[in-house]
């Protein structure tokens, strides 16, 4: 089979929720790293076979094909086409794997992957709630998802508080574990470990999430979020604005365009779990893609697991046996936030970046999504 490879991979800083990015339209936000891989790779952009970037919450700004429009606000040629898609948060991972496939499956040479989410402007669960008040109804609705779900509570808050309690995860573990993103990423940002993957944005030159003052004492002073519950605002992750952008290749559009790749798309994996935990998909996500892959988890140099909420990642961590130093190593979405639609391609261009700067061999990527599934991906180092 033809082998997919990673050739550069960019984002932009994470902006907090009314942050340094929040005022600009995602058309230009996009705009800003599709121009800058362009030029970081130096190919004829009308070279590009196709654009597929993620996006869960296609409403007003973010509608109307975000892909397409980017691209065109970048002043990128016109004859190159794009498509926006929705795998709920792991879009932009779901945008890698169907760009590579593209690749792999030769009937494409360069594939643009990635995704493009401004909360501020667009928030959480717009066109759910939107569309409910306006009397279109309700996703979990109908006859069908009644008579196998009834009319419980769907949501990523249960699920994340679901987990914590099947699987026996105090708060103060939580805890911890957002502490150490934020520790983490605090470390990276002063250390300039994200220099060669992010994009400035005006004067936004760097993640706006990160708190280095954080500390356990404070994060136990917080309320939870829901009466009797154990997640709190401090683990779970950021709401936030991004976005990023991947080149995947041929081979032989790395020998035509004298390309020198990064890593390779090794083994990619996707799987269903149950809705309502929702969040519980990384972990047969990553007993999948480890089993195509053959490999197992000690193997593994380096991982990326979402932080959509801690109790997702302690539960992963049990279940998967990989170690927590390897894990986020440079912070995760608790710290450097999570812009919905991007993030899946920012773990992906961090992943790749830190693969190569620690020599490592192989980095494996995981995140869970609404409505519960789960991606998984491993690369290879070139």
């Known amino acids: 089979m033809p082998e997919a490879y990673i050739v550069e991979a960019l984002r932009t800083p994470v902006g907090r929720r009314g942050g340094g990015l929040s005022a600009l339209h995602p058309n230009d936000l996009g705009a800003r790293v599709l121009a800058a891989l362009m030029a970081k790779t130096g190919i004829d952009p009308a070279a590009v076979d196709d654009v597929i970037l993620g996006c869960v919450d296609q409403m007003g700004a973010q509608a109307g094909n975000v892909a397409r429009n980017a691209w065109l606000s970048a002043g990128l040629p016109e004859t190159v086409p794009a498509t926006t898609i929705d795998r709920q948060c792991g879009s932009s991972q779901q945008a890698i794997h169907f760009a590579?496939?593209?690749?792999?499956?030769?009937?494409?040479?360069?594939?643009?992957?990635?995704?493009?989410?401004?909360?501020?402007?667009?928030?959480?669960?717009?066109?759910?709630?939107?569309?409910?008040?306006?009397?279109?109804?309700?996703?979990?609705?109908?006859?069908?998802?009644?008579d196998r779900y009834g009319d419980q509570e769907i949501s990523q808050f249960r699920g994340a508080e679901l987990i914590a309690e099947k699987w026996g995860i105090a708060r103060e573990d939580m805890e911890r574990l957002a502490f150490d993103s934020h520790q983490r990423a605090t470390a990276a940002t002063t250390g300039g470990l994200f220099a060669d993957e992010v994009v400035q944005v005006g004067d936004v030159a760097a993640d706006e999430g990160p708190r280095p003052r954080s500390s356990l004492e404070k994060m136990a002073g917080l309320k939870p979020l829901r009466e009797g519950g154990r997640l709190t605002a401090a683990v779970s992750s950021q709401i936030s604005d991004g976005a990023s952008a991947v080149l995947i290749a041929s081979e032989e559009a790395v020998r035509v365009h004298g390309l020198a790749p990064l890593a390779r798309i090794h083994t990619m994996a996707v799987v269903g779990s149950d809705p309502v935990f929702m969040l519980t998909g990384p972990i047969p996500a990553t007993e999948a893609v480890l089993a195509k892959a053959g490999l197992t988890i000690d193997e593994i140099d380096l991982f990326e697991v979402n932080e959509a909420f801690a109790s997702v990642v302690l539960a992963w961590l049990k279940e998967s046996g990989a170690s927590w130093e390897k894990t986020n190593v440079l912070g995760g979405a608790i710290s450097l936030g999570h812009p919905l639609g991007a993030t899946g391609a920012r773990l992906m261009t961090t992943l790749v970046h830190h693969l190569g700067r620690t020599g490592g061999r192989y980095g494996l990527q995981t995140m869970c999504e609404g409505g519960g599934m789960a991606n998984a991906t491993v690369i290879e180092r070139i």
């Open 100 to 146: 590579a496939q593209a690749v792999m499956s030769g009937t494409q040479d360069l594939v643009v992957a990635g995704g493009v989410e401004v909360m501020s402007l667009v928030p959480l669960a717009s066109p759910a709630v939107v569309g409910r008040r306006e009397g279109m109804g309700f996703p979990y609705g109908g006859d069908g998802w009644a």
